[in-house]
């Protein structure tokens, strides 16, 4: 074999291997890819949000470092037509290209099989296809950046008439319609496998009763993505045929002849949009039933109290969609019924809440770096999810619509809630995904940092909007009655930065262990799910031989199970000793 | 030939029913996004109707009728080469799978030729709601026809060619294309007879 024939072997073999990786069909490496891709666009979104919060503070002067390389034509301030774009693609970014990769993806594809006792997901191939078709959709809301007249800038919202081709003129909008229509077609996809997989592949043993929370948070997230996200994507069809082809479901009757109505695409929206509030959290929601348990050394309390309430608050969110249309001008009866049924759905969520407060009470506490994210989740949830009723109130949000209120309330429920939610997950299931510990100092200063400033930065915000402040408002010191928060909005900024820069911490924590963190064994949490009976990381099999369960997944403090084994908790396949 | 069905065993049934708990929840997110799109036309019909406009348009019933036999032909091959597939018959199986894949076909060739017709007779898209509705419905159905027809023109080959075609891939795809029949049914009720 001559030396150039090697040589060539090699490069195949490496660039095969290279391959293997890239398009692998092994949920583990598809979870982790979903986990890059977010952290990256949550970078990004995070970045655009400085830049909001920098003209907010100090509307008309230029961004300081950046802002004569980002903003050139206008001497690096922030004008009225960047800050629009600003804001569409920090939402669009954070809501469908960060969260939903990290949680969902990420975390999703990584722990179901491991947990439920599965060598795979039910469909691998679906799943590499939803993985790049995820990819494509973030390669085209990117090109949007950089298309002829200026990035998309109708809100994450997209409403009529501002997305239409008269609102938002040139191929950008178009291109963030597409995006979106990929972006759900991957999530459609995951929900697929996510919902075959729980109903048919556990391990024998794992009834649906004995399924960690975790796992129910995803498999409900699951259900609520294959039925809702086809409605935005009905959405995105009409209003690509809108925009491309002249069609006029969203043009108003009364602007054009035989046109139709901007509001019909408020109701397709939102029809999806209300579930994706719990389609970002439920998942969170079950992380945190699983770690409160978990680190109190205690059983979850109420566990099918806990399923029950997640199922409700599952089927409720589908129908409470029109409290975001109040001031549409909705039937005042409609109005009534929706306000009820909001309300209604606080009932669930506050069961869930004592669940986990059952949980800690007269536990044995420990305050590892993810149960303080966890604790951390249930108390910004609580405060998002208090101001929300004031929203659910039809009198009430008619003053809030619109408002600074609105924009403090949804970041710290589907903003602050959900992202502690993943840093939680981040250090809880590292070990398990990398192998390595993360700094248990590092991440206890990440998570005082996150928590203090998404408390106020996101609390001062429902300040604003009690004050009057409109969202989505280039400067707030054009009008008199605003100047007077001008120093407010520059402590919300302060806030933002700080945490923007708090993040730092948790990057350098990130890239350090997972080179030069401690090794982790198999089980360093000492907990009993399944993915912590194999090795960290697992095999490309995850199990030698498929599991047996014969216990739930929170069999901690158990003195049957001390006297009988010389620990606290017991694995799930192991039965609870006589 | 009809030999016993070469495809069973537990791990291949668990497959099966696997594979239809995937179709099942796949299929609901399809209807799902069909349902929204026709309760965005029964909200702009019901508007325009109010305003004065007729519904249906004149003429375009025609499409319902030539579109019909294809769609009916399709999904009733789709089952006799699925029952095929099941008994592992390919003396059968592979002209129920062709004819199937030729009624697809026929069924998005008939759509295209009422489009480019449409468009001769100056009605576009931009031509008010009705048309809207006609262009953006049967575009985006044609679409899932498409993938149907290529699907089933897939198999047929694969069938003809000698391969061994799963029972499950079989059955699978002839679901798709029952759906997409039930589809066409409930769009040209709602759309050309409402």
């Known amino acids: 074999m001559t030396r150039r024939t090697r040589t060539t072997r090699a490069i195949r073999t490496t660039l095969g291997s290279v391959l293997d990786v890239v398009f692998s069909r092994d949920h583990k490496v598809i979870g982790k890819q979903f986990l890059w891709l977010g952290l990256v666009f949550l970078a990004v979104a995070g970045a655009l949000a400085m830049l909001i919060r920098w003209q907010l503070a100090h509307p008309g002067v230029p961004v300081p470092v950046v802002g004569r390389w980002l903003f050139p034509g206008s001497g690096g301030v922030v004008g009225p037509a960047t800050y629009t774009v600003l804001f569409t693609m920090h939402g669009t970014i954070m809501i469908f290209f960060a969260i939903t990769p990290i949680l969902i993806g990420g975390f999703g594809n990584f722990c179901l099989p491991l947990m439920l006792g599965a060598r795979d997901m039910a469909f691998p191939v679906l799943n590499t296809l939803s993985f790049w078709t995820m990819f494509a959709a973030t390669a085209v809301l990117t090109a949007s950046f950089f298309a002829p007249l200026g990035p998309p800038a109708a809100g994450w919202t997209a409403y009529p008439t501002l997305s239409t081709a008269i609102g938002a003129p040139g191929v950008a909008q178009t291109l963030w319609v597409v995006a979106i229509y990929l972006n759900g077609a991957s999530s459609v996809m995951g929900a697929v496998n996510y919902i075959t997989t729980v109903v048919r592949l556990r391990a024998p043993g794992m009834g649906f009763m004995r399924m960690p929370l975790t796992v129910w948070g995803f498999w409900m997230a699951a259900i609520l993505n294959a039925l809702f996200v086809p409605v935005l994507a009905a959405g995105a069809v009409l209003l690509f045929f809108d925009r491309v082809f002249g069609t006029r479901f969203f043009i108003a009757g009364s602007t054009v002849k035989a046109g139709g109505d901007p509001v019909l695409y408020q109701h397709l929206f939102w029809i999806f949009g209300h579930p994706e509030v719990y389609i970002l959290i439920l998942p969170a929601w079950g992380i945190v039933g699983d770690l409160l348990s978990f680190f109190s050394r205690k059983p979850a309390y109420g566990y099918r109290i806990t399923v029950g309430s997640l199922i409700a608050i599952e089927i409720l969110s589908g129908v409470v969609y029109g409290h975001h249309m109040f001031t549409t001008g909705l039937s005042p009866l409609l109005g009534q019924g929706f306000m009820l049924l909001t309300m209604i759905i606080s009932v669930p969520s506050v069961l869930l809440g004592v669940g986990w407060l059952g949980t800690l009470w007269r536990g044995s506490i420990r305050l590892t770096t993810p149960m303080l994210f966890a604790l951390g989740l249930v108390f910004v949830f609580g405060v998002g999810g208090f101001t929300g009723l004031f929203l659910a109130d039809v009198l009430s949000d008619v003053y809030l619509h619109d408002t600074y209120f609105v924009v403090g309330h949804f970041h710290l429920t589907m903003s602050a809630a959900v992202l502690m939610g993943a840093f939680a997950a981040i250090h809880f299931w590292f070990p398990k995904m990398f192998g390595r510990m993360l700094d248990e100092r590092l991440g206890q200063v990440h998570f005082a940092i996150t928590f203090v400033t998404l408390l106020t930065t996101f609390g001062l915000q429902l300040v604003l909007g009690l004050g009057g402040m409109p969202r989505r408002l280039v400067d707030p010191s054009a009008y008199a009655f605003l100047r007077p928060l001008l120093p407010l909005n520059r402590w919300v900024t302060r806030s933002a930065f700080v945490m923007g820069a708090g993040q730092l911490v948790f990057v350098v924590n990130f890239f350090y262990s997972l080179w030069r963190g401690p090794k982790a064994g198999p089980n360093p949490w000492q907990v009993g799910t399944l993915e912590w009976t194999v090795s960290s990381p697992p095999p490309h099999h995850n199990f030698d031989q498929l599991p047996v369960v014969k216990s739930g997944p929170h069999e901690l403090g158990n003195p049957a199970v001390l006297a009988a084994l010389g620990r606290d908790y017991l694995v799930q396949t192991e039965a609870i000793p006589p | ?194």
Do not use: K
């Not at chain 2, 679409?143 to 023109?153: G, P, R």
């Not at chain 2, 694969?158 to 795809?173: I, N």
């Open chain 2, 1 to 194: 030939m009809t030999v016993r069905a070469q495809d069973s065993g537990p791990a291949l049934e668990a497959r099966a029913a696997t594979v239809a708990v995937g179709l099942v929840v796949g299929f609901a997110a399809l209807v799902m996004t069909f349902g929204a799109l026709l309760l965005a036309y029964g909200l702009v019909r019901v508007q325009a109707t109010a305003e004065g406009a007729a519904w249906p348009p004149a003429g375009e019933r025609r499409l319902l009728a030539v579109a019909w036999p294809f769609a009916l032909a399709a999904t009733l091959t789709a089952v006799l080469g699925s029952r095929a597939a099941q008994l592992a018959s390919r003396n059968s199986r592979a002209p129920a799978l062709s004819a199937a894949a030729l009624a697809g076909w026929g069924f998005v060739a008939i759509q295209v030729l009422t489009a480019r017709h449409l468009l001769a007779l100056g009605i576009r898209p931009s031509s008010g709601l009705a048309a809207s509705v006609l262009y953006a419905l049967g575009t985006f159905h044609a679409l899932h026809a498409t993938a149907a027809a290529l699907v089933m023109s897939r198999l047929a080959i694969r069938s003809r060619c000698g391969e061994v075609v799963r029972t499950t891939t079989v059955r699978a795809a002839a679901a798709f294309v029952h759906l997409v029949t039930a589809l066409w049914l409930v769009i040209g009720l709602a759309v050309f007879v409402w």
